[in-house]
Protein backbone atom coordinates (compact mmCIF):
# COMPACT_ATOMS: atom_id res chain seq x y z
CA UNK A 1 0.00 0.00 0.00
CA UNK A 2 1.48 3.50 -0.91
CA UNK A 3 1.85 5.39 2.19
CA UNK A 4 -0.47 8.78 1.26
CA UNK A 5 0.79 12.10 0.82
CA UNK A 6 -0.23 15.45 2.10
CA UNK A 7 -2.18 16.12 -1.40
CA UNK A 8 -3.80 12.96 -0.27
CA UNK A 9 -4.75 14.13 3.31
CA UNK A 10 -6.05 17.33 2.01
CA UNK A 11 -8.41 15.74 -0.95
CA UNK A 12 -9.74 13.53 1.67
CA UNK A 13 -10.69 16.39 3.87
CA UNK A 14 -11.79 18.64 1.54
CA UNK A 15 -9.22 21.52 2.36
CA UNK A 16 -5.79 22.36 4.07
CA UNK A 17 -8.24 23.47 6.61
CA UNK A 18 -10.46 20.49 7.14
CA UNK A 19 -7.46 18.83 7.18
CA UNK A 20 -5.42 20.71 9.85
CA UNK A 21 -7.88 22.61 12.07
CA UNK A 22 -8.35 20.26 15.76
CA UNK A 23 -9.85 22.75 18.18
CA UNK A 24 -8.48 22.19 22.10
CA UNK A 25 -5.19 20.11 20.36
CA UNK A 26 -2.69 19.39 22.91
CA UNK A 27 0.55 22.03 22.71
CA UNK A 28 3.67 20.16 21.80
CA UNK A 29 6.57 19.17 24.44
CA UNK A 30 9.95 17.96 23.42
CA UNK A 31 9.79 13.96 23.94
CA UNK A 32 11.76 11.62 25.93
CA UNK A 33 12.90 14.28 28.67
CA UNK A 34 10.95 14.48 31.70
CA UNK A 35 8.13 16.69 31.46
CA UNK A 36 9.49 18.58 34.67
CA UNK A 37 12.25 17.80 37.29
CA UNK A 38 11.92 20.08 39.73
CA UNK A 39 8.93 21.87 38.97
CA UNK A 40 8.62 24.22 35.67
CA UNK A 41 8.25 27.30 37.67
CA UNK A 42 12.08 26.86 39.64
CA UNK A 43 13.11 25.58 35.95
CA UNK A 44 11.97 28.44 34.11
CA UNK A 45 13.57 30.61 37.09
CA UNK A 46 17.02 28.68 36.55
CA UNK A 47 18.08 30.56 33.24
CA UNK A 48 17.12 33.48 34.66
CA UNK A 49 18.59 33.81 38.23
CA UNK A 50 21.27 30.62 38.25
CA UNK A 51 22.08 28.27 35.60
CA UNK A 52 19.91 25.58 33.87
CA UNK A 53 21.17 21.95 31.87
CA UNK A 54 18.28 21.69 28.75
CA UNK A 55 18.71 18.52 26.82
CA UNK A 56 18.02 18.83 23.35
CA UNK A 57 18.91 15.49 21.77
CA UNK A 58 15.59 13.97 21.12
CA UNK A 59 13.38 16.29 19.19
CA UNK A 60 14.77 17.41 16.24
CA UNK A 61 15.42 16.56 12.94
CA UNK A 62 18.72 16.58 11.47
CA UNK A 63 19.37 16.73 7.86
CA UNK A 64 23.24 16.41 6.62
CA UNK A 65 24.06 18.05 3.22
CA UNK A 66 26.57 17.41 1.72
CA UNK A 67 28.36 17.63 -2.33
CA UNK A 68 29.64 19.68 -4.55
CA UNK A 69 26.21 21.57 -4.97
CA UNK A 70 24.95 21.59 -1.29
CA UNK A 71 25.96 25.62 -1.04
CA UNK A 72 23.99 26.36 -4.59
CA UNK A 73 21.18 24.51 -3.64
CA UNK A 74 20.40 26.27 -0.04
CA UNK A 75 21.29 29.12 -1.67
CA UNK A 76 19.11 29.11 -4.22
CA UNK A 77 15.94 27.64 -2.07
CA UNK A 78 16.93 30.34 0.62
CA UNK A 79 17.10 33.87 1.37
CA UNK A 80 20.16 33.85 3.19
CA UNK A 81 23.65 35.60 2.82
CA UNK A 82 25.93 32.27 2.01
CA UNK A 83 28.90 35.12 0.74
CA UNK A 84 29.85 35.46 4.04
CA UNK A 85 29.14 31.90 5.88
CA UNK A 86 32.04 30.76 7.91
CA UNK A 87 32.65 27.67 8.05
CA UNK A 88 31.70 26.96 12.37
CA UNK A 89 28.88 29.24 11.93
CA UNK A 90 25.41 28.81 11.93
CA UNK A 91 22.42 30.68 10.74
CA UNK A 92 18.81 30.60 11.27
CA UNK A 93 17.46 29.17 7.37
CA UNK A 94 15.12 30.67 6.15
CA UNK A 95 13.41 29.56 2.87
CA UNK A 96 10.08 30.85 1.86
CA UNK A 97 7.21 30.20 -1.35
CA UNK A 98 7.28 31.72 -4.66
CA UNK A 99 4.99 34.27 -2.89
CA UNK A 100 7.66 35.81 -0.26
CA UNK A 101 5.90 33.14 2.23
CA UNK A 102 8.16 31.04 5.18
CA UNK A 103 8.38 27.16 4.30
CA UNK A 104 9.71 26.90 8.44
CA UNK A 105 12.87 27.89 9.66
CA UNK A 106 15.68 25.81 10.44
CA UNK A 107 19.01 26.24 11.67
CA UNK A 108 21.52 25.83 9.34
CA UNK A 109 25.39 25.00 10.58
CA UNK A 110 28.30 25.17 7.98
CA UNK A 111 30.83 21.81 8.79
CA UNK A 112 32.53 22.18 5.48
CA UNK A 113 33.25 24.00 2.07
CA UNK A 114 29.95 21.48 1.15
CA UNK A 115 28.92 20.00 4.15
CA UNK A 116 26.11 21.64 6.04
CA UNK A 117 23.50 20.65 8.87
CA UNK A 118 20.06 21.68 8.98
CA UNK A 119 18.29 20.96 12.28
CA UNK A 120 15.00 21.43 13.54
CA UNK A 121 11.25 21.37 12.32
CA UNK A 122 11.85 19.29 9.32
CA UNK A 123 9.74 21.70 6.73
CA UNK A 124 13.00 23.19 5.42
CA UNK A 125 14.83 20.02 5.21
CA UNK A 126 11.57 18.64 3.24
CA UNK A 127 11.67 21.45 0.54
CA UNK A 128 15.46 21.85 0.52
CA UNK A 129 16.00 18.02 -0.18
CA UNK A 130 12.87 17.68 -2.87
CA UNK A 131 14.06 21.11 -4.86
CA UNK A 132 17.30 19.07 -4.81
CA UNK A 133 16.30 15.71 -5.84
CA UNK A 134 14.15 17.34 -8.46
CA UNK A 135 16.53 20.25 -10.09
CA UNK A 136 19.50 17.12 -10.00
CA UNK A 137 22.09 18.93 -7.87
CA UNK A 138 25.30 17.14 -6.92
CA UNK A 139 24.42 16.60 -3.05
CA UNK A 140 23.70 13.98 -0.83
CA UNK A 141 21.17 13.78 2.16
CA UNK A 142 21.46 11.86 5.22
CA UNK A 143 18.67 12.27 7.67
CA UNK A 144 18.34 11.60 11.81
CA UNK A 145 14.95 11.85 12.78
CA UNK A 146 13.54 12.87 16.67
CA UNK A 147 13.28 10.21 18.82
CA UNK A 148 9.53 9.96 18.21
CA UNK A 149 10.25 9.44 14.74
CA UNK A 150 13.36 7.44 14.28
CA UNK A 151 12.57 3.91 12.60
CA UNK A 152 13.23 1.24 14.64
CA UNK A 153 14.04 3.72 17.60
CA UNK A 154 17.65 3.93 19.23
CA UNK A 155 19.86 6.44 20.09
CA UNK A 156 20.47 10.17 18.18
CA UNK A 157 23.67 10.08 16.02
CA UNK A 158 23.80 13.36 17.97
CA UNK A 159 23.49 14.53 21.71
CA UNK A 160 22.81 18.85 22.41
CA UNK A 161 23.10 19.74 25.87
CA UNK A 162 22.43 23.92 26.96
CA UNK A 163 24.42 25.48 29.64
CA UNK A 164 22.06 28.70 29.88
CA UNK A 165 21.54 31.35 32.74
CA UNK A 166 23.97 34.07 34.87
CA UNK A 167 25.75 31.43 36.06
CA UNK A 168 26.45 28.99 32.77
CA UNK A 169 30.03 30.66 32.05
CA UNK A 170 31.19 29.74 35.73
CA UNK A 171 29.78 26.02 34.92
CA UNK A 172 31.27 25.84 31.84
CA UNK A 173 35.26 26.85 33.03
CA UNK A 174 34.64 24.31 35.89
CA UNK A 175 34.01 21.65 33.23
CA UNK A 176 36.64 22.40 31.27
CA UNK A 177 39.12 24.10 33.31
CA UNK A 178 39.10 27.65 31.93
CA UNK A 179 37.22 29.62 29.90
CA UNK A 180 36.23 28.36 26.45
CA UNK A 181 37.74 30.65 23.46
CA UNK A 182 36.22 33.69 23.06
CA UNK A 183 33.50 32.92 20.31
CA UNK A 184 31.30 35.13 18.48
CA UNK A 185 27.22 34.74 18.86
CA UNK A 186 26.43 31.27 16.69
CA UNK A 187 29.41 30.38 15.79
CA UNK A 188 31.20 27.10 17.15
CA UNK A 189 34.68 26.40 18.25
CA UNK A 190 35.82 22.88 19.45
CA UNK A 191 36.23 21.33 22.32
CA UNK A 192 37.77 18.12 24.10
CA UNK A 193 36.93 17.03 27.58
CA UNK A 194 38.94 14.19 28.88
CA UNK A 195 40.00 12.98 25.15
CA UNK A 196 35.96 13.50 23.99
CA UNK A 197 35.65 15.73 21.24
CA UNK A 198 32.44 17.83 20.34
CA UNK A 199 31.83 21.19 19.42
CA UNK A 200 30.34 24.35 21.56
CA UNK A 201 28.15 26.66 20.09
CA UNK A 202 28.07 30.06 21.49
CA UNK A 203 24.26 30.52 22.17
CA UNK A 204 21.63 32.16 24.14
CA UNK A 205 17.48 31.22 25.60
CA UNK A 206 15.69 33.66 26.07
CA UNK A 207 18.83 36.18 26.24
CA UNK A 208 20.64 34.68 28.98
CA UNK A 209 24.49 33.76 28.63
CA UNK A 210 25.48 30.07 27.51
CA UNK A 211 26.36 27.93 24.74
CA UNK A 212 24.95 24.82 22.95
CA UNK A 213 27.43 21.48 22.87
CA UNK A 214 26.83 19.67 20.03
CA UNK A 215 28.72 16.08 19.38
CA UNK A 216 28.62 12.42 18.69
CA UNK A 217 25.68 10.44 21.03
CA UNK A 218 28.47 8.03 22.06
CA UNK A 219 29.57 10.76 24.73
CA UNK A 220 26.28 11.85 25.49
CA UNK A 221 26.39 10.40 28.85
CA UNK A 222 29.90 11.07 30.28
CA UNK A 223 29.70 14.95 28.96
CA UNK A 224 25.96 15.40 30.56
CA UNK A 225 26.83 13.98 34.07
CA UNK A 226 30.06 16.06 33.74
CA UNK A 227 27.97 19.50 33.66
CA UNK A 228 25.31 18.37 36.13
CA UNK A 229 28.57 17.34 38.67
CA UNK A 230 30.05 20.80 38.23
CA UNK A 231 26.97 22.68 38.39
CA UNK A 232 25.86 21.00 41.47
CA UNK A 233 27.39 23.28 43.63
CA UNK A 234 26.00 26.40 42.00
CA UNK A 235 22.62 24.91 42.13
CA UNK A 236 21.77 23.82 38.71
CA UNK A 237 18.68 22.58 37.56
CA UNK A 238 18.13 20.48 34.53
CA UNK A 239 14.76 21.56 32.57
CA UNK A 240 12.25 19.79 31.44
CA UNK A 241 9.88 19.94 28.30
CA UNK A 242 7.58 21.97 29.83
CA UNK A 243 9.67 24.95 30.92
CA UNK A 244 11.64 24.26 27.49
CA UNK A 245 8.84 25.45 25.60
CA UNK A 246 8.94 28.87 26.64
CA UNK A 247 11.62 30.54 26.36
CA UNK A 248 11.29 31.03 22.77
CA UNK A 249 8.01 33.43 24.08
CA UNK A 250 10.39 35.78 25.90
CA UNK A 251 13.43 35.94 23.60
CA UNK A 252 11.02 36.85 20.50
CA UNK A 253 11.12 33.46 18.11
CA UNK A 254 7.81 32.02 16.87
CA UNK A 255 7.97 28.00 16.45
CA UNK A 256 6.67 26.49 13.24
CA UNK A 257 4.38 28.62 11.62
CA UNK A 258 2.15 27.45 8.84
CA UNK A 259 4.44 26.71 5.74
CA UNK A 260 2.89 28.18 3.02
CA UNK A 261 2.49 25.56 1.13
CA UNK A 262 -0.71 24.26 0.89
CA UNK A 263 -2.64 25.76 -2.70
CA UNK A 264 -0.06 27.17 -4.97
CA UNK A 265 -0.78 25.03 -7.71
CA UNK A 266 3.00 24.78 -8.69
CA UNK A 267 3.71 23.15 -5.54
CA UNK A 268 0.87 20.30 -6.35
CA UNK A 269 3.82 18.03 -7.17
CA UNK A 270 5.68 19.00 -3.97
CA UNK A 271 2.51 18.17 -1.46
CA UNK A 272 2.41 14.80 -3.23
CA UNK A 273 6.00 14.06 -2.65
CA UNK A 274 5.27 15.10 1.05
CA UNK A 275 3.93 12.24 3.58
CA UNK A 276 0.84 13.07 5.25
CA UNK A 277 2.02 11.85 8.41
CA UNK A 278 4.74 14.31 8.86
CA UNK A 279 4.89 18.20 10.30
CA UNK A 280 3.49 19.75 7.63
CA UNK A 281 -0.06 17.43 7.36
CA UNK A 282 0.00 16.94 11.62
CA UNK A 283 0.85 20.06 13.08
CA UNK A 284 -2.55 21.01 14.27
CA UNK A 285 -4.24 24.67 14.15
CA UNK A 286 -6.76 25.65 16.46
CA UNK A 287 -7.46 28.49 18.51
CA UNK A 288 -10.55 31.47 18.41
CA UNK A 289 -9.12 33.17 15.22
CA UNK A 290 -10.33 30.72 12.46
CA UNK A 291 -10.93 31.05 8.70
CA UNK A 292 -11.92 28.40 5.64
CA UNK A 293 -8.67 30.15 3.83
CA UNK A 294 -5.29 28.59 4.74
CA UNK A 295 -3.49 31.61 3.52
CA UNK A 296 -5.00 33.58 6.06
CA UNK A 297 -2.22 31.57 8.41
CA UNK A 298 0.93 32.16 6.20
CA UNK A 299 3.36 34.59 7.39
CA UNK A 300 6.10 36.25 5.77
CA UNK A 301 9.93 36.39 6.92
CA UNK A 302 9.40 40.26 7.81
CA UNK A 303 7.05 39.36 10.39
CA UNK A 304 9.05 36.54 11.87
CA UNK A 305 11.48 39.15 12.33
CA UNK A 306 13.86 37.84 9.50
CA UNK A 307 14.00 40.97 7.38
CA UNK A 308 17.76 41.19 8.28
CA UNK A 309 18.65 37.97 7.51
CA UNK A 310 17.91 38.36 3.60
CA UNK A 311 20.05 38.91 1.45
CA UNK A 312 19.44 40.23 -1.80
CA UNK A 313 22.61 40.02 -3.46
CA UNK A 314 21.99 36.88 -4.81
CA UNK A 315 19.26 35.23 -6.97
CA UNK A 316 17.01 32.78 -4.89
CA UNK A 317 12.94 31.43 -4.98
CA UNK A 318 10.95 33.96 -4.26
CA UNK A 319 13.52 36.81 -4.29
CA UNK A 320 10.57 38.76 -6.36
CA UNK A 321 8.04 38.43 -3.69
CA UNK A 322 10.52 39.47 -1.08
CA UNK A 323 11.52 42.42 -2.63
CA UNK A 324 8.00 43.68 -3.39
CA UNK A 325 6.89 43.10 0.14
CA UNK A 326 9.59 44.45 1.90
CA UNK A 327 8.36 48.12 1.86
CA UNK A 328 4.54 47.25 2.31
CA UNK A 329 2.40 47.40 4.86
CA UNK A 330 2.56 44.23 7.38
CA UNK A 331 1.82 42.94 10.74
CA UNK A 332 4.37 43.41 13.37
CA UNK A 333 5.61 40.90 15.98
CA UNK A 334 4.52 41.86 19.28
CA UNK A 335 4.50 40.13 23.06
CA UNK A 336 1.57 40.78 24.67
CA UNK A 337 1.16 40.73 28.23
CA UNK A 338 -2.13 39.56 30.09
CA UNK A 339 -3.62 40.80 32.81
CA UNK A 340 -2.64 38.49 35.68
CA UNK A 341 -6.39 38.55 37.14
CA UNK A 342 -8.14 38.03 33.79
CA UNK A 343 -6.20 34.79 33.22
CA UNK A 344 -6.81 33.40 36.86
CA UNK A 345 -10.30 34.69 36.21
CA UNK A 346 -10.77 33.26 32.59
CA UNK A 347 -8.30 30.40 32.35
CA UNK A 348 -7.95 29.52 35.63
CA UNK A 349 -11.88 29.69 36.79
CA UNK A 350 -11.01 31.77 39.54
CA UNK A 351 -7.62 29.86 40.75
CA UNK A 352 -3.78 30.62 39.62
CA UNK A 353 -4.22 28.35 36.25
CA UNK A 354 -1.07 26.36 36.83
CA UNK A 355 1.24 26.19 33.57
CA UNK A 356 -0.14 27.65 30.69
CA UNK A 357 1.00 26.50 27.07
CA UNK A 358 -1.21 26.76 23.67
CA UNK A 359 0.44 27.71 20.01
CA UNK A 360 -3.31 28.33 19.25
CA UNK A 361 -4.34 31.43 17.11
CA UNK A 362 -6.33 33.41 19.31
CA UNK A 363 -8.00 36.70 17.92
CA UNK A 364 -6.72 39.80 19.58
CA UNK A 365 -9.17 42.81 19.47
CA UNK A 366 -9.77 46.34 19.88
CA UNK A 367 -12.86 48.49 19.64
CA UNK A 368 -11.82 48.39 15.69
CA UNK A 369 -12.35 44.67 15.67
CA UNK A 370 -9.73 42.19 14.95
CA UNK A 371 -6.15 43.54 14.93
CA UNK A 372 -3.99 40.03 15.16
CA UNK A 373 -3.41 36.75 16.29
CA UNK A 374 -1.54 34.94 19.06
CA UNK A 375 1.22 32.41 17.59
CA UNK A 376 2.76 31.12 21.56
CA UNK A 377 0.76 31.55 24.26
CA UNK A 378 2.71 30.70 27.91
CA UNK A 379 3.02 31.22 31.20
CA UNK A 380 6.30 32.90 32.53
CA UNK A 381 6.75 32.65 36.24
CA UNK A 382 9.72 35.19 36.79
CA UNK A 383 6.95 37.38 35.14
CA UNK A 384 4.30 37.17 37.07
CA UNK A 385 1.89 36.24 34.03
CA UNK A 386 1.28 34.73 30.92
CA UNK A 387 2.57 36.01 27.44
CA UNK A 388 2.12 36.01 24.03
CA UNK A 389 4.10 35.89 20.93
CA UNK A 390 1.60 37.91 18.47
CA UNK A 391 1.36 39.20 15.02
CA UNK A 392 -0.49 42.59 15.27
CA UNK A 393 -1.70 45.18 12.70
CA UNK A 394 1.21 47.85 12.59
CA UNK A 395 -0.86 50.87 13.86
CA UNK A 396 -1.41 48.90 17.16
CA UNK A 397 1.77 47.73 17.81
CA UNK A 398 3.11 50.46 20.02
CA UNK A 399 3.89 49.42 22.89
CA UNK A 400 1.39 50.26 26.15
CA UNK A 401 -1.91 49.92 23.50
CA UNK A 402 -4.72 47.80 24.91
CA UNK A 403 -6.24 44.80 23.67
CA UNK A 404 -7.85 41.96 24.18
CA UNK A 405 -7.19 38.25 23.63
CA UNK A 406 -10.23 35.94 22.98
CA UNK A 407 -10.17 32.84 24.50
CA UNK A 408 -11.98 29.77 23.76
CA UNK A 409 -11.65 27.31 20.37
CA UNK A 410 -13.72 27.98 17.20
CA UNK A 411 -15.03 24.51 16.43
CA UNK A 412 -14.16 25.04 12.63
CA UNK A 413 -15.91 24.15 9.50
CA UNK A 414 -19.18 24.87 9.37
CA UNK A 415 -19.52 27.65 11.62
CA UNK A 416 -19.34 31.11 10.52
CA UNK A 417 -15.44 32.78 11.26
CA UNK A 418 -17.20 36.24 12.79
CA UNK A 419 -19.90 33.97 14.80
CA UNK A 420 -19.88 35.57 18.25
CA UNK A 421 -19.59 32.17 20.45
CA UNK A 422 -19.37 33.97 23.74
CA UNK A 423 -15.51 33.15 24.46
CA UNK A 424 -14.17 34.96 27.36
CA UNK A 425 -11.70 38.02 26.78
CA UNK A 426 -8.62 38.44 28.69
CA UNK A 427 -7.42 42.31 28.87
CA UNK A 428 -3.48 42.31 27.26
CA UNK A 429 -0.90 45.17 26.88
CA UNK A 430 1.37 45.53 23.78
CA UNK A 431 5.16 45.00 24.64
CA UNK A 432 8.12 44.35 22.63
CA UNK A 433 9.37 41.31 21.12
CA UNK A 434 11.95 40.45 22.17
CA UNK A 435 10.28 40.91 25.82
CA UNK A 436 13.76 40.07 27.35
CA UNK A 437 15.93 43.22 27.35
CA UNK A 438 18.82 41.32 26.96
CA UNK A 439 17.79 39.22 24.33
CA UNK A 440 16.78 42.46 22.68
CA UNK A 441 19.95 44.66 23.05
CA UNK A 442 22.56 42.17 23.39
CA UNK A 443 22.17 38.81 22.49
CA UNK A 444 23.64 39.22 18.65
CA UNK A 445 25.79 42.12 19.46
CA UNK A 446 28.83 40.36 18.72
CA UNK A 447 27.42 37.85 15.26
Known amino acids: MAIPSLQDGIDKAGSPIGLLWQPNAEPWTPEVVEREYVGWRQEQAAWHEGVALLN ?26 FEKFAIGQAKQYVPVTRDGKIVTDGILARHAENKYLLSGVPAAQHWVQYHAEKGGYDVGFETD ?77 YVHEAFLKAGEPLGLVQVGALAYTTPSVESGWIPSPVPGIYVDPELAEYR ?132 AVVWGEHPGLGTDPEADLGFPRIRATVQVSPFDRHARTEYRRNA
Open 272 to 403: AWLPLFGIEGKRPLNGSYFSEDIADYYVSPYELGYGKLIHFGHDFHGRDALLKAKDEPRRTKVTLVFDADDVRRVVGGGEDPGFVLTYARHRVETSAGLVGTTMQTASIDPVGTVLAQTLIDSAHAEPGTEV
Open 56 to 81: LSHHMFDLWIEGPDATRVLAEYGANN
Open 145 to 221: ASSAFRPGGGDPKLFRYQIQGPLALEVIEKVFGGPLPETKFFHSTPVTLDGRSFEALRHGMAGQAGYEFIGPWEHAA
